[in-house]
């Protein structure tokens, strides 16, 4: 080992090989649940240096763990106990390549940060659409490896979506070059997306070309209380036959989630009385504020009349409309302060959502009486946070130690009941890998398997994650 | 051979084991580019029937060609000349298997028509948006083996972005049931999009669950001539950030092909004068016709100003709105009329048409003077139908045998040159399996063989097809 650290050293400079301290941070996930040890953490600068890196560990037969922003919730991206693994830090090659403007594409090496993204994208007018809580940190490479979802997916989709091409090195240390501006390539199978979301076990993932869209002139939000999840599913289907793709935002949020953020951040304005369920509302508008103001109006009116919502309130201002979407993002922080849950990323249809809640709500209740659910998420694309909170009065440490298995046990088998997945937009990683392999179908787990042999097989990319 | 045939009746029954005259249909594709020889054609009748032949198969080691349509453009679905391979028809497999509205989802069977899948989401007053020249005889599992392209990409994707999952038999026979309505779902590797677009050579798709849109409320759509490439890809800039998403078709087409309408086809009207470069514009609207119109006037308007646009035409009725369709459908079957030409199916970044249709265009006026360009195509996907008449007068026939290798090499390196694609929506199939071993990235290529030889060992599926 002490041999394959000199040549790496040797390869990237001794300035880009980390031991020690220097590693620890790279050696912990940011929730804390997973803590390891890496044999070392290196940081290539360039794609030929880390082909060269990946040639390096082939020959040493050393494990890669691939890191970006170390934003993941799954553990897939810090190494285990063992000390033999190489971290692999892309946060060096965070140089945005290109914007084609005429072609609405963006092409960035994998260690940008989404933010930086973002901004290269608003700095030409143009918008790169996907957006989520850790955007200041996360790295577009994570967001691919990961296939990460966010709070623009029912207009947009995820990160698969938005992306048109790749440049990734291979297990053998080879470099493809996808990097295509391309909408359309019908040209042999489709590479690009069998390693976004394989969470780096297949292929590390250095650059990426970006759809990029134009900004819409406005946007606007609004809140809308519902009495039951049906009518909030059927206030979707209408917003979208009268929005179209002007709607790019669905969320839904229950009264206890408002409750946590109303005990833990009480200066946020929650602008409508409790109710049962709360969706906001976000139209992106390519007319201007007006005409999203008219669609909101006369959407918000039908939606009245028909009995789907007992009450809204339209942002009147654009930090109206930020304090609004604050509101749904201090969710998390304020379960947190309120105490560890046990966290669920489920996708469902849409359609088998209502019932879906009801029965798991009430075989959890059946099952641990006054356990409270912090239920909030993307009703738009079907993806629900369904969290589960320990019983007014008792230890979360406690209770996260002593029921986690079982109540995952239970809201998983209801998810599979529906037709659903029991990692909407997290992935798999380490954390759910016993779950994909319980779960998942088995003709689907044995053509991934094939395919991770095929294309690794020395299993030396993030191995023990996802299969 | 005999004994396999014999099982293959008793498996299916006789009725649906075709040999002879009756299989003559199923061995020739429809260009006629291809004609082969089938040991038999197989029509299975349902999942578990194509599992069990496909099992029958690799233990007689014989190789199996699947059939949609038989509209492919790339001799992807006929046998070759040996009289060994297997056309397995999926025409009877054509079941409509569940519509779920809140969803907005459907699940069909793979030998479903287009124009049925198409009319079952109507009947709902939802819309299934793929659309091409033959969606009546056209199979949803041939458009997403082929990740079919079409009109409606530049809004709603190519088949593989309106497909959520599949259900697959693979290599081996086994049954993979993906069939997920999910819109986020990150367990595991994408299966889905390894088999969209692998034309039948990794597993046989037999039942898809395809995403559904609201119907809009309205369509419209208007005629404007240009006089350069540049002043059409700069007017498509404006429309999309104008009309955001509302904008769902922007086709170009030159003064020949329109001319080859005016010619062949004298009683289409066409309300614009000739000009070196027509576009096609079609806003689809949530809101209703009025709303439509009044974005088309802003938005010529402004191109006009911008002098983006010679003149312009808004279609005054849903009538006109078709015959503006009906020219540009025209053109493939004028320039049938006119005689045979080398077509063309490829893919550039939207911001180096301009410069690679001036330069190809000048290189083969340079090569063959004379030479007419039928040059026309979806522009806002930047793909273009980029086909080579031969100089007027000259033997389309001879035109063709004489000339192809050297055209094609020519547009092939321009092409490359200038990031495109080969093959935008036509796929890869045996016409153009030498051009992508030659042209395709050879780590790519090694890529895909490794995934081949790994999910299809016997090399059973469509074999000499892609790869």
């Known amino acids: 080992m002490n041999a394959f650290v000199e040549a790496l050293r040797a390869l990237l400079g001794p300035a880009h090989v980390l031991q020690g301290a220097d590693a ?5 996930d ?59 830090s892309l946060a060096r090659m965070n140089r945005i390549r290109e914007l084609d403007a005429a072609n609405l594409t963006l092409t960035v090496e994998a260690g940008c940060v989404l933010q930086a993204v973002q ?44 992306c048109l091409g790749l440049e990734v090195v291979t297990a053998q240390g080879e470099i493809w070059d996808g990097l295509s501006g391309l909408r359309k390539n019908n040209s042999g ?23 990029l869209y134009p900004k819409p002139l406005a946007q606007m ?13 059927a206030l979707l289907g209408l917003a979208q036959a009268r929005a179209g793709s002007g709607l790019t935002g669905f969320e839904v949020m229950n009264a206890f989630s408002l409750s946590l953020v109303r005990r833990h951040f009480a200066q946020l304005p929650q602008p409508l009385p409790e109710s049962p369920w709360t969706v906001l509302l976000e139209l992106s508008d390519a007319e201007g504020e007006q005409h999203a103001r008219a669609l909101f109006e006369t959407l918000l009116e039908q939606a009245l009349e028909r009995g789907l919502i007992l009450d809204a309130a339209v942002a ?6 930020r304090g609004l979407w604050h509101l749904r993002e201090s969710i998390p922080l304020a379960q947190s302060q309120e105490g560890l849950n046990i966290k669920h990323d489920i996708a469902l249809p849409v359609s088998r959502i209502p019932r879906f809640v009801a029965e798991t709500d009430a075989s959890l209740q059946a099952a641990i009486p006054g356990v409270r659910l912090v239920n909030f998420g ?27 298995p079982r ?61």
């Open 407 to 467: 109540v995952n046990a239970l809201v998983f088998d209801a998810v599979m009941a529906h037709g659903g997945s029991i990692s909407a937009e997290h992935g798999i990683g380490r954390l759910k890998r016993e779950e994909l392999g319980r779960r998942g179908h088995p003709v689907a787990l044995d053509l991934m398997r094939a395919i991770k042999k095929a294309l690794d097989p020395q299993g030396l990319l993030n191995p023990a994650r996802v299969l």
């Open 189 to 211: 199978y489709d590479l690009r997306d069998l390693f976004v979301g394989s969470e780096g076990t297949l292929g590390i993932i250095t650059a990426a070309t970006l759809k």
């Open 119 to 162: 901004e290269a994208a608003a700095a030409q007018d143009l918008l790169f659409p996907l957006s989520l809580g850790s955007e200041g940190s996360c790295t577009i490479g994570g967001n691919l490896a990961s296939n990460a979802g966010g709070t623009q997916v029912l207009r947009y989709g995820n990160a698969r979506e938005l």
């Open 378 to 404: 993307h009703l738009g694309d079907g993806n629900l946070h369904y969290n589960v909170q320990a019983p007014q009065g008792q230890d979360p440490a406690l209770f996260l130690r002593e029921q986690e």
């Open 221 to 233: 939000t609004a809140l809308a209380a519902c009495d039951s999840l049906e009518s909030a599913v």
């Open 30 to 88: 940011w929730r804390k649940r997973y803590e390891g040890r890496a044999l070392a953490v290196a940081k290539p600068g360039s794609t030929a240096e880390l082909a060269a890196l990946v040639k390096l560990c082939a020959a040493h037969g050393v494990a890669i763990v691939p890191q970006g922003g170390n934003t993941g919730l799954v553990g897939g991206s810090t190494p285990d106990e063992t000390g033999r693994q190489l971290l692999l």
């Open 316 to 321: 009147e201002s654009l930090e109206q409309s």
């Open 24 to 28: 620890a941070p790279f050696e912990r």
